[in-house]
């Protein structure tokens, strides 16, 4: 079974400094899809980025980037120049690369705190 | 971001009460599930559906029950609530191939937060 892991409970940046949050896994597939989502109190969880696991090249969206290091299992997120929106627990995710079974994996999250 | 909606989004009830939390998409996905998740803590997935007519167990044992009549909706019961029912539930959706299909992506609802007493 897939196993994701995120080490830090919690973790605190200041106002447009860059932030990295870790995550690892674990799996035997081949052909995956990783995410990090983001989950603001009380509010809706939402799509940050994604990363297919063939592609050898790191995603990015705007501010947020991945560090993917598939040999090592490691999929990073990299946030710049933080801002206080970007306050929330993030979730790290795995989702097999197989049609039949879209179950997500989730970390145990890490709490981002934005310090003005 | 997706569509999809749950009601209601706070829910307040007394031990031993009947309660359906609803969940309604229109992207067309096919599949679809239900997290649940504690304050400030992973998520675990209890149901999930790959089509009408198909229900299925998660990886977090549940004493709740769904169904899947149509393809839009995706309703959870609880027959007789309890306070360790007390939780976020948290319905979400992909698509499989197809003009609407985006990498084995889920989305999810605003969430349902559920509190018996």
């Known amino acids: 079974a897939q196993t994701v892991t995120q080490s830090q409970p919690e973790m605190s940046v200041q106002e447009a400094e860059t932030v990295t949050l870790s995550c690892t896994y674990d799996t035997s597939e081949s052909d995956y899809y990783l995410f990090w989502y983001k989950q603001p109190p009380s509010r809706q969880m939402i799509l940050v980025i994604r990363?297919?696991?063939?592609?050898?090249q790191n995603a990015t969206e705007n501010r947020f980037s991945v560090n993917f290091q598939k040999a090592a299992k490691s999929f990073s997120l990299k946030i710049s120049d933080s801002q206080l929106g970007d306050a929330a627990m993030y979730f790290c995710?795995?989702?097999?690369?197989?049609?039949?079974?879209?179950?997500?994996?989730f970390g145990q999250g890490t709490r981002l705190t934005i310090n003005p | 971001e997706a569509d999809i909606y749950q009601t209601p989004r706070y829910l307040v009830i007394g031990t031993g009460k009947k309660i359906t939390l609803e969940c309604s998409q229109t992207?067309?996905?096919?599949?679809m599930y239900w997290y649940q998740q504690d304050p400030g803590m992973e998520l675990h997935l209890i149901h999930y559906s790959y089509g009408v007519n198909s229900t299925e167990k998660g990886d977090l044992s549940s004493e709740s029950t769904v169904s899947r009549i149509r393809t839009e909706h995706f309703p959870l019961t609880l027959e007789s609530a309890r306070p360790s029912h007390t939780s976020q539930y948290l319905c979400?959706?992909?698509?499989?191939?197809?003009?609407?299909?985006?990498?084995?992506?889920?989305?999810f609802g605003e969430g349902s937060w559920l509190t018996v007493v």
């Open positions: 992207m067309g996905h096919d599949k």
């Open positions: 990363q297919e696991a063939y592609k050898q």
């Open positions: 979400a959706s992909s698509a499989n191939r197809g003009p609407t299909f985006s990498g084995n992506t889920i989305y």
């Open positions: 995710a795995y989702n097999t690369g197989f049609q039949g079974a879209q179950k997500l994996v």
